[in-house]
């Protein structure tokens, strides 16, 4: 008994130790990110803070090195999937634009704050929320007018705030961009299923056929559809959680907390906003524009494809629209190439905002 609990005691001092010193060392990391991320020019802004949308506290982040340059209001996947600790993904974008990063209800800090007393979780309550906040970014910053950018599921509420409020938007822009869920998760289903085929994985076709063709009946049926799916997509959509993971938990000013609800929130929301959000159809609410409307989607997408997005682009009405495949991305194309997403926005996106 004697060496027992002399082992359970070096065991337990030895965890501590460890763990005392992972923090530590994420502590000096953070501080370090810190320096490197800090704002310094003379016209720059870098503030975050909760604000009030929709009867709720909801986390805003700004940034940019010229107050000058154009507003861009960056709407996350998910739904739920905060890109707060991503920022640095968008460091030089900093130098073009104000770049705005918002936790939605349901996602990072947002959910941190309210936990599920974040009723109604429902899409149109997603849309007045994005209104809010970009009327709120307006006034704030004292633009007429900012760049909307929506990123798959953003795309969803990004496509109905800029018909509904085109007075506040100098363009809309769209990657991963959704078109209608229904027709999408059938594409996905048998595109995935004809790759698990083609490489023979039993496992996998089984895990499919389990579930059956969608529409699904819970959320946790398109989670196993997902899984299958990523795990024969391209590297850059395959490794989005292995690449991001540091940036995540070295973020600065991030706590363990924040890693927290950042992981639990999305399953929540995607949850709570399953049935809603499996009506959508952006033909049926959004295809005349008063504002110009671009698409860049990745090549290799395999949960928004072109299949499905070029007759939506080719028959909707704006001003001006451009859509740009960018061949050798996926569905996260904003993520895994950023600086070529960046070459876009600056080719196509930017003049337009400055005349705005």
Known sequence: MKWVSLFLVWSTTVVVVI???ALGFRAWRQHQNSIAYTITTPDGIQEAQFIRVGGIDQWISIRGEDRANPVLLFLHGG?????????PTFRVWEKHFTMV??????????????????QPMTVARFVQDGIEVAEYLRERLHKRSIVLLGHSWGTEIGTQMVVARPDLYSAYVGTGQVVSIAEKETYIYDDTLRRLRAAGDEKGIRALEEIGTPPYRTNHDLEIQRHWSERYDIPAERDLRRHFTPMVAFAPDFSLRDIYNLLYASAWTAQELFSDEEQFDVRECCMTFQVPVFVFNGGHDTITPSELVQP?????????????????AGHSAVLTDPEAFLELL???????????
């Open 19 to 21: 763990a005392l010193i």
């Open 79 to 87: 739904p739920g999937n905060s890109i707060l600790p991503l920022e």
């Open 101 to 118: 990063q918002w936790d939605q209800r349901g996602a990072g800090r947002t959910y941190g704050r309210n936990g599920v007393d974040e």
């Open 312 to 328: 939506w682009f080719d028959a909707l009405q704006a001003p001006s629209k451009q859509i740009v495949v960018m061949k050798d």
């Open 346 to 356: 600056l080719r196509y996106v930017r003049p337009i905002a400055l005349q705005s």
